[in-house]
């Protein structure tokens, strides 16, 4: 099975920046990955999500505000987190998308204090 470990996640305030990391056990990203958050008394969202050809989606939420993006040398998916919000707080996972979908990791938490 895949292996998906995130980390990167931390208490900021509000406006801060993070830079959240996905470190997988293969070279998966070609095909087609995933950032989802998941909220106290909500359903997990998609975040934002990249295709192997390079081509991304974000969920209207971030959009402008969050930028994902895979160093496939490296088995490495990022989610780059600028001008956050305390709505943004939320546990944060990688996995696939459309249709690909392995074991899901620990997660990462982000908290964005007001």
């Known amino acids: 099975q895949v292996q998906l470990v995130e980390s990167g996640g931390g208490l900021v305030q509000a406006g801060g920046s993070l830079r959240l990391s996905c470190a997988a056990s293969?070279?998966?990203?070609?095909?087609?990955m995933a950032w989802y958050r998941q909220a106290p008394g909500k359903q997990r969202e998609l975040v934002a999500s990249?295709?192997?050809?390079?081509?991304?989606y974000y969920a209207d939420s971030v959009k402008g505000r969050f930028t994902i993006s895979t160093n496939n040398a490296k088995n490495t998916l990022y989610l780059q987190m600028n001008s956050l919000k305390p709505e943004d707080t939320a546990v944060y996972h990688c996995?696939?998308?459309?249709?690909?979908?392995?074991?899901w990791g620990q997660g990462t938490q982000v908290t964005v204090a007001s």
């Open positions: 293969g070279s998966i990203f070609r095909i087609a």
């Open positions: 990249i295709l192997g050809g390079g081509s991304t």
């Open positions: 996995n696939g998308a459309h249709g690909y979908s392995y074991s």
